[in-house]
């Protein structure tokens, strides 16, 4: 007799070609499809719902299921032309490394539960610390993204700066063009509204350096007790930098834990324009950086590292006597971060590095930063664009006339046109749409076409 919940061995290679060929057609015809496809939620719900089928049902047609009625809908972050927000542009490299990771069911919460995985992420997070420019020795741990390394780096904050405790006259500071993330981080972790200042960006949407320690001075002598400033490196808006390197000269001179989001923008550092941007990340207690956005990667791969060795342990440090078993040797990720039970998120930027070589991802980078200085120019070139904010990290945001409803009526009508995908924002109180140019499959002319039919539309 079979074993439960097991198929022939022949029809789990035939299965697993058939899945293999829809990615690889997928991917060869992504720039023919639309950046963007809706669907109607209804329609969705009665080709997908229904209760659960009872008995066993055709294993190919569940995948053309999957193929055609669930994965062709939503926002297709490593098309070419999909510009919106922050795209995630991977490689078919980390799809294979993903796909291993799961057929061999990869667990990477103890040394003895998966030593193999575990090296690899340590060998991946000392790749990225090289890259910021954090000393050895510095600690780390992937998460699935921004939002839970925002928690995981606040907490370490909180540990070293406030003994763990959420001290109700602690104050953390960052500007106005934070990411809401670290907001949302800061209220989960037990922070009431009052105890984060949101200051006000200055003329390059940037933390101003005076204005923090006119606040933290301001706070002190209130009685409160200042501990953590968050800085931005590429601000999801307009790709701003904060001045890294004042801002840690500030968060030394009052003992205040820097933490740097690089989520978007940290992986600038593989290229030269990048480092020069982001001089100072060197100097911050804790950075978030996100593979799965600059680096190319799948989701879900982000990243925290922290500066100070044994951090994160003391900050998450896990026991319980059902887990005497699976103690000491090399690293436990379950004591660096939430998570008892994770996979091998590590192996894909490993996997990819080594099949690409570095120097392929250097000049990916270098690529997103130069499209978005290309349209840049295209914009300043044909009249009638206003550009609101300069090419930065890969980002652009401009407009087109005075109205703020006619920059988001553009932005829709290149959705439904299907070409690209566009968003908005909002720059200093202006609606302004915004270009993100990650993704080194993009071509220049690509970038034109688009700015051509923004105009039409």
């Given at each position: ?301 982000g990243s925290v590292l922290v500066r100070e060795p044994g951090l994160l342990e003391r900050t998450f440090g896990l026991e319980g006597a059902y887990l005497r078993d699976v103690t000491g040797g090399e690293v436990n990720f379950r004591d660096r971060s939430l998570q008892l039970t994770r996979g091998g998120r590590a192996l894909k930027l490993w996997l990819s590095i080594r099949v690409f070589g570095l120097a392929a991802f250097r000049e990916a980078v270098a690529r997103g930063i130069a ?87």
């Amino acid at each position: 007799m079979r074993e439960p919940l097991t198929l022939p061995p022949e029809e789990m290679r035939r299965l697993g070609h058939l899945v293999v060929d829809r990615i690889v057609d997928h991917m060869e015809e992504l720039r023919e499809l639309r950046p963007v496809r809706a669907a109607d939620a209804a329609e969705l719900r009665a080709a997908l719902g229904g209760p659960p089928p009872e008995q066993p049902g055709d294993a190919e047609r569940a995948l053309e299921l999957l193929f055609e009625r669930v994965l062709p809908f939503g926002q297709h972050g490593d098309h070419p032309r999909f510009f919106a927000r922050i795209g995630s542009p991977s490689n078919y490299v980390g799809v294979l490394a993903d796909a291993a990771a799961a057929g061999f069911n990869v667990f990477t919460g103890s040394w003895t539960g998966g030593a193999g995985a575990a090296t690899v992420e340590l060998v991946v997070l000392d790749w990225l610390r090289s890259l910021c420019g954090l000393p050895a020795g510095a600690d780390g741990v992937m998460v699935s993204g921004g939002s839970v390394g925002a928690i995981t780096a606040l907490a370490a904050a909180r540990r070293a700066r406030l003994d763990g405790r959420s001290d109700p006259a602690a104050v953390a500071y960052m500007s106005d063009q934070a990411h809401a993330s670290n907001g949302r981080a800061l209220d989960v972790l037990g922070f009431a509204r009052e105890q984060v200042r949101s200051l006000p960006s200055d003329a390059g949407l940037r933390l101003a350096p005076g204005a923090l320690t006119d606040a933290v001075r301001a706070d002190r002598a209130a009685g409160r007790r200042p501990f953590c400033v968050i800085g931005t490196a590429g601000t999801t808006s307009t790709g701003a930098i904060d001045p890294l390197t004042e801002l840690a000269v500030v968060c030394a001179e009052h003992g205040l834990w820097l933490h740097v989001d690089g989520a978007y923008g940290a992986a600038a550092m593989l290229c030269p324009a990048g480092r020069a941007a982001l001089a100072g990340i060197e100097r911050a207690d804790s950075i978030v950086l996100d593979p799965h956005k600059w680096l190319f990667q799948p989701y879900e791969l982000g990243s925290v590292l922290v500066r100070e060795p044994g951090l994160l342990e003391r900050t998450f440090g896990l026991e319980g006597a059902y887990l005497r078993d699976v103690t000491g040797g090399e690293v436990n990720f379950r004591d660096r971060s939430l998570q008892l039970t994770r996979g091998g998120r590590a192996l894909k930027l490993w996997l990819s590095i080594r099949v690409f070589g570095l120097a392929a991802f250097r000049e990916a980078v270098a690529r997103g930063i130069a499209l978005a200085e290309h349209a840049e120019a295209v914009l300043s070139a044909r009249g009638g664009w206003e550009v609101v904010t300069p090419a930065q990290l890969g980002i652009v945001c401009f407009r087109r006339g005075s109205d703020d409803g006619e920059q988001s009526r553009i932005a829709e009508a290149m959705v439904r046109g299907g070409y690209a995908a566009a968003s908005t924002t909002v720059v200093r109180g202006r609606v302004a749409l915004r270009l993100c140019t990650i993704n080194p499959r993009t071509t220049f002319e690509e970038i034109e076409r688009t700015i051509e039919l923004m105009e039409s539309a």
